[in-house]
């Protein structure tokens, strides 16, 4: 981030209050800018993963209860004799690992509708009227939470995009500022070879490791093999590949707000945002969703 230039322009206000009546429109907006870069990155670093873990956490409630009331009624099934209830909600763990959200839950919402219509024969299997009641709960939780994590990447997406905004609109800003302070290049040369070094350190040193890893949501399996896009500004800079072990590093990237995209076959593509900012290691762990 451009804090570096900030704080030099910040600790020389008397040499900077004999430049041009410009700059102190100019340096007003560049704080500005600062100030709501500062906040949005703030807001998408704070539990940025939260609404996804949230629903992950609610597809293992809802599966652990899918595959009791299937392994309950299937037994009061095969018992009674009726072939056509046990076919129904015979489901495996692989089917239920396998899933996709929406199937889960249409799964779990058949197993409730057989449990709730053959009530009066599963008491003593362990399905109760409260039982069910808190299946249902669980159905209706993980049904609402479906959506949450798409529309948590549309917002995040949106921040990051008026990061670009903000990004480019300093970068214009400094370039007016670079030349009001070449006014001073003889007057005041200590502090014209201070900014001028900071400004060499905002633009050349934007560069720094980006490590990152790829897993399986529910499992944590390491995913082998994805494709992780790396947009800046709509343009994808850089692609990598997950290794053996799900993990991909990055030597040197330029300072800025991207897109990531992390795609592979089977899975639901996952995007987010990160932001490469000079002097800080980036980690972006990434949770991709079986289809």
Request: aromatic share 8%; net charge positive; with cysteine.
């Amino acid at each position: 981030m451009d804090l570096t230039t900030k704080n030099e322009l910040t600790q020389n206000a008397t040499i900077t209050g004999t430049l041009p009546a410009a700059y102190t429109g100019l340096f007003t907006s560049f704080s500005a800018n600062l100030t709501q870069i500062q906040m949005i990155d703030e807001l998408q670093q704070t539990n940025k993963s939260g609404i996804t873990d949230n629903k992950d956490l609610l597809r293992e409630d809802l599966w652990d209860k899918g595959l009791d009331g299937s392994r309950k009624i299937g037994a009061f099934a095969k018992i009674t004799g009726n072939m056509v209830l046990e076919k129904e909600i015979r489901f495996t763990d692989s089917e239920f690992k396998r899933s996709t959200d929406v199937g889960l839950k249409n799964m779990c919402q058949l197993i409730y509708d057989r449990g709730n219509s053959n009530l009066a024969g599963l008491a003593s299997y362990g399905i109760i009227p409260a039982w069910l009641t808190a299946f249902k709960a669980s159905i209706d939780a993980f049904n609402a939470a479906i959506p949450n994590p798409r529309l948590g990447i549309i917002e995040r997406k949106q921040q990051t995009e008026q990061l670009g905004i903000l990004f480019k609109s300093n970068d214009g800003i400094l370039k007016k500022i670079d030349a009001l302070v070449e006014v001073v290049r003889l007057s005041q040369p200590q502090f014209y070879s201070a900014y001028k070094s900071s400004r060499i350190v905002i633009e050349h040193g934007r560069s720094l490791t980006v490590k990152g890893a790829v897993s399986e949501s529910g499992t944590n399996v390491a995913v082998p093999g994805a494709k992780v896009s790396f947009e800046l500004n709509g343009v994808v800079k850089l692609v990598k590949k997950t290794a053996v072990g799900g993990g991909f590093s990055i030597k040197s990237m330029m300072e800025g707000a991207y897109i990531v995209t992390v795609t592979k076959l089977g899975y639901v593509t996952n995007t987010l945002p990160m932001n490469i900012v000079k002097g800080e290691m980036a980690n972006i762990y990434v949770s991709l969703v079986k289809e």
